[in-house]
């Protein structure tokens, strides 16, 4: 089975400063992909991030970056220099056998950031 | 065009109601989803069209039927609905089931039934 697990409910961060959101998965596939998303207020999901369970470097796209520590099965967000325009609900997502599965994509509870001005 | 487009944005319906939420996409996804999502709960599966055939079905009511005519659409057709439906609809395509591009999700339906 497939799980995801997000221990924070809410994060406060002050703005310009880093945030780090926790994530940790359990799977027993060896190929799996896992994904960080945003969800605003308006409701859209938001691609940010994404890690192979192969890949040797940790993902990392602009202001995201994903702290992978595969031994562990964790995979952190760290988003760099807070803005007041981050505050939203954050999805870990997993998705197993990402080469040829045919399982969907498993999603955390999510953690509510809020940054304060 | 790299976009998921759900119609309506919003939608209020009675229980003897019927309705449906549209959903396309123009990426040459084949793969599509609906899941359904309630307050500060993570999204929850509901079904998965795979090469415009039904693929996984989550034990979902009878009350909501899905609909794939083509590759580039989806449709939930929503009949006799209860109040506690009521959540927030995403549809979201990939290019398969397991392809590590993962999915594009749209904006969303926020359905409302009274």
């Known amino acids: 089975a497939q799980k995801i697990t997000q221990t924070q409910p809410g994060m406060f961060v002050q703005e310009k400063e880093a945030v780090t959101l926790d994530c940790t998965y359990d799977?027993?596939?060896?190929?799996?992909?896992l994904f960080w998303y945003k969800q605003p207020s308006s409701g859209e999901m938001i691609f940010l991030i994404y890690?192979?369970?192969?890949?040797?470097q940790n993902a990392t796209e602009g202001r995201y970056s994903l702290n992978f520590q595969k031994a562990r099965k964790s995979a952190n967000l760290v988003i760099s220099a807070s803005q007041l325009g981050d505050s939203a609900m954050y999805f870990c997502?997993?998705?197993?056998?990402?080469?040829?599965?045919?399982?969907?994509?498993?999603f955390g509870k999510g953690t509510r950031l809020s940054v304060i001005a | 065009d790299t976009e998921v487009t759900q119609t309506p944005k919003h939608l209020v319906m009675g229980m003897t109601n019927k309705k449906s939420l549209k959903c396309e996409q123009h990426?040459?996804?084949?793969?599509m989803y609906w899941y359904k999502q309630k307050a500060k709960k993570p999204p929850e599966l509901m079904f998965v069209?795979?090469?415009?055939?039904?693929?996984i079905n989550e034990s979902v009511p009878s009350r909501f039927s899905p609909e794939c005519p083509n590759s580039s659409l989806l449709n939930l057709h929503l009949h006799a609905l209860q109040p506690e439906d009521s959540a927030l609809y995403l549809c979201?395509?990939?290019?398969?089931?397991?392809?590590?591009?993962?999915?594009?999700f749209g904006s969303g339906t926020r359905l409302t039934v009274v």
């Open positions: 997502s997993l998705l197993p056998r990402i080469y040829g599965g045919n399982t969907p994509l498993v």
């Open positions: 990426m040459g996804h084949r793969a």
């Open positions: 890690q192979g369970s192969y890949d040797q």
């Open positions: 799977t027993s596939d060896p190929s799996y992909g």
């Open positions: 979201a395509s990939s290019q398969d089931v397991g392809h590590l591009n993962g999915y594009t």
């Open positions: 069209y795979s090469y415009e055939k039904l693929s």
